[in-house]
Nanobody
Framework: QVRLVESGGGLVQPGGSLRLSCVAS????????MGWYRQAPGKQRELVAR???????IYADSVKGRFTITRDNARNTVYLQMNSLKPEDTAVYYC?????????WGQGTQVAVSS
């Protein structure tokens, strides 16, 4: 089973940028479609971006044009470049496989957008 460690979150002002990273254990990472999810306080977890094993990407409308998902299969890592951040992007961000591998989630990384 894949194990996931997210990092790169922090506090940033509106309009700023952050780059999140997610390192996956296991030797079949390259075969998975990967996604970045987020969960804001009091809200359900939502999928914001996904990338297939071949590099095709899909974004939620709320982040389209501002976020970019990429992957480095040699490093078992998926990234989320977040630009033009807004207060409504504040959430804990998680990566995971698509489809999910059971109920497992990593610890996530907190992103806070505030002036």
């Amino acid at each position: 089973q894949v194990r996931l460690v997210e990092s790169g979150g922090g506090l940033v002002q509106p309009g700023g940028s952050l780059r999140l990273s997610c390192v996956a254990s296991g030797n079949i990472f390259s075969a998975y479609t990967m996604g970045w999810y987020r969960q804001a306080p009091g809200k359900q977890r939502e999928l914001v971006a996904r990338i297939t094993s071949g590099g095709s990407t899909i974004y939620a409308d709320s982040v389209k044009g501002r976020f970019t998902i990429t992957r480095d299969n040699a490093r078992n890592t998926v990234y989320l470049q977040m630009n033009s951040l807004k207060p409504e992007d504040t959430a804990v961000y998680y990566c995971n496989t698509i489809p999910l591998q059971g109920s497992y989630w990593g610890q996530g990384t907190q992103v806070a957008v505030s002036s």
